[in-house]
């Protein structure tokens, strides 16, 4: 059934984001008392009273600002507002009316969404004096709410509720939660994920602007592509950009930070943005890929939870006109995964040309069908043909016997391996294995974890 949906709207820190995450029931959002923390649309699935819905949260909104982040701030609000079928107009009761308030308020009425006031912070005196104020709104009813302490918002969900319209089966069918691939968009601020993310979707679904950290919560995008006769639908987790810690030290970024290393867990695939006129060398026409510090502690968190990995080099444009030939070398600060690196596919795009772009769906769609359940005849065969090639050493003058193996784990890729002797497997025939499995089963970029058992 096609969920209903519901938009917070409101001026910069009325509480949108602590509403939000009152009703979601997750700290979806960030929340600083400072204005215009939250920029994008975060949609979050919610439910009340058994009726579930999609819920957006919205950036503040400010009229006639001559920024161009604010305009588009402002545009996102508006589009959440044509999305939604119903409206919360969110007001700070602590501050009383802004004169910004009636404005934004005969906007709601006249794009005809069925809207709901709310006046947030009524938890002291000043704010409760301040009520009375919001009626000149002419709204026919007012909830005073405190979503920080979640006073009475059960109140303007039981309302929310009464207004939503019935349910409807969707047009076509989507995925089932949970079945989408899901990938995240990592790295420094300013290389290109948000534009990579919005010409994925094909629309302006995030905002980009050239200054660094536009991006703070992470935004989650579901989409689905066509790709060589199949379809292929995408969850796209786009992260704030991660610097080192040591430079960060507005508290905001800080949680930007945060949230964005726990998002990685979220995903199946990690696409790691480098921008090609920072991390491109040419050496006889030899491309070589650098990995900066701080980029290679990001394939190193990605590789240690067992994602898998994709190096995307965007601003490609702007150096392949000199004529660079493959083949691709890596090199960067990670330390010695197996190579982890050199295992890693790499793609070279131009997110805002479109340059690569199918390419880079391609591997995606390898991906998808990477992470699946291996069927236990097809490990096992793999990996007696692996020993037939190249039988593990005796261990103090044994012969070691592999007997038979099982996958335990997709993410990260776990195989347990049952042999006479399992601490006689070397560190050398461990890799020489999961260099097979990882070439059979196309598993490129993907942590491949064995451990050896001895039968009993």
Not at 200 to 224: A, F
Not at 327 to 356: C, K
Request: net charge positive; hydrophobic share 40%.
């Amino acid at each position: 059934m096609k969920l209903a949906t519901v938009a917070i709207i409101g001026r910069p820190n009325v509480g949108k984001s602590t509403l939000f995450n009152r009703i979601v029931g997750s700290r979806r959002a960030i929340v600083e008392p400072t204005p215009g923390v939250t920029r994008d649309r975060n949609y979050a699935p919610a439910s009340w009273q058994g009726r579930s819905f999609q819920l957006i949260d919205t950036g503040g909104w400010e009229m006639n600002s001559t920024d161009p982040l604010q305009e588009q701030i402002r545009r996102a609000a508006e589009r959440a507002v044509s999305e939604a079928d119903l409206v919360i107009f969110l007001l700070d009761g602590k501050e009383g009316m802004n004169p910004i308030d009636p404005e934004i308020y005969n906007f709601l009425r006249g794009s005809g969404r069925p809207t709901l006031v709310a006046v947030n912070k009524i938890d002291g005196q000043k704010s409760r004096e301040n009520l009375p104020e919001f009626y000149s709104l002419g709204a026919p009813e007012i909830f005073p709410v405190s979503a920080e302490h979640g006073t009475t918002v059960a109140e303007l969900l039981d309302a929310m509720i009464g207004r939503l319209p019935a349910p409807e089966p969707e047009g076509e069918p989507g995925p089932e939660e949970g079945s989408e691939l899901r990938v995240a968009i990592v790295g420094r601020p300013n290389v290109g994920k948000s534009t990579l993310v919005n010409r994925i979707v094909g629309d302006t679904r995030v905002i980009v602007d050239d200054r660094p950290g536009t991006t703070r919560d992470p935004i989650d995008v579901k989409t689905r592509i066509h790709l060589e006769g199949q379809d292929l639908d995408l969850l796209l987790i786009d992260l704030a950009g991660i610097r080192r810690r040591s430079r960060v030290s507005d508290p905001i970024e800080h949680y930007s930070v945060t949230h964005s290393l726990k998002a990685i867990r979220r995903a199946d695939v990690a696409l790691l943005i480098l921008d090609a006129g920072e991390s491109i060398e040419v050496v006889e026409n030899k491309v070589i890929v650098k990995l900066l510090a701080q980029e290679a502690r990001l394939a190193d968190f990605v590789y240690e939870r067992g994602r898998g990995l994709i190096l995307v080099v965007n601003k490609w444009d702007l150096v392949r006109r000199k004529n660079i030939q493959e083949p691709i070398r890596i090199i960067g600060g990670v330390q010695d995964r197996d190579h982890w690196l050199d295992l890693a596919d790499v793609v070279m795009i131009s997110a805002l040309q479109g340059e690569g772009i199918d390419k880079l769906l391609g591997y995606l769609c390898r991906y998808r069908e990477a992470l699946k359940k291996i069927p236990t005849s097809t490990l096992n065969h793999i990996i007696q043909r692996a020993i037939e090639r190249h039988h593990p050493p005796a261990f103090r003058g044994k012969e070691i016997r592999v007997l038979y193996a099982t996958q335990v784990k997709i993410l990260p890729q776990v195989f347990v391996i049952f042999t006479n002797h399992p601490q006689g497997i070397t560190d050398d025939y461990q890799r020489y294995l999961a260099n097979v499995i990882r070439e059979e089963l196309g598993l490129k970029g993907i942590p491949i974890r064995l451990k050896f058992r001895k039968k009993t």
